[in-house]
């Protein structure tokens, strides 16, 4: 069975930082391409960044989190890391973890999202 589990989330002030982190289970988690997607209230859930690892580690970052995220991973834990820095109020959502094959575009596991509050 396939369980994705975030941790990390909190209040934090305009300018902080937090450290998401995603410890999956029940697939081959080398095999998978990870990614962090957010939803803020009234909003549509929207990609943050994703991680693919095929002997070298690949990732990517939508505009609006580029320079201030990093994601990465750890193979041998099964887990996925979001660094957050230079936090704005508009960085304020749930995020979730997910897990999808690296051949496909379709995530098919999703964690139950952990929340981010920026505000001070």
């Known amino acids: 069975q396939v369980h994705l589990v975030e941790s990390g989330g909190g209040l934090v002030q305009p300018g902080g930082s937090l450290r998401l982190s995603c410890a999956a289970s029940g697939f081959t988690f080398s095999s998978w391409t990870m990614g962090w997607f957010r939803q803020a209230p009234g909003k549509e859930r929207e990609f943050v960044a994703a991680v693919t690892w095929s002997g070298v580690i690949s990732p990517y970052y939508a505009d609006s989190v580029k320079g201030r995220f990093t994601i990465s991973r750890d193979n041998a834990k099964s887990t996925v890391y979001l660094q957050m820095n230079s936090l704005k109020p508009e960085d304020t959502a749930v995020y979730y973890c997910?897990?999808?094959?690296?051949?496909?575009?379709?995530?098919?596991?999703w964690g139950q999202g952990t929340q981010v509050t920026v505000s001070s």
């Open positions: 997910a897990a999808r094959p690296r051949t496909t575009s379709k995530y098919d596991y």
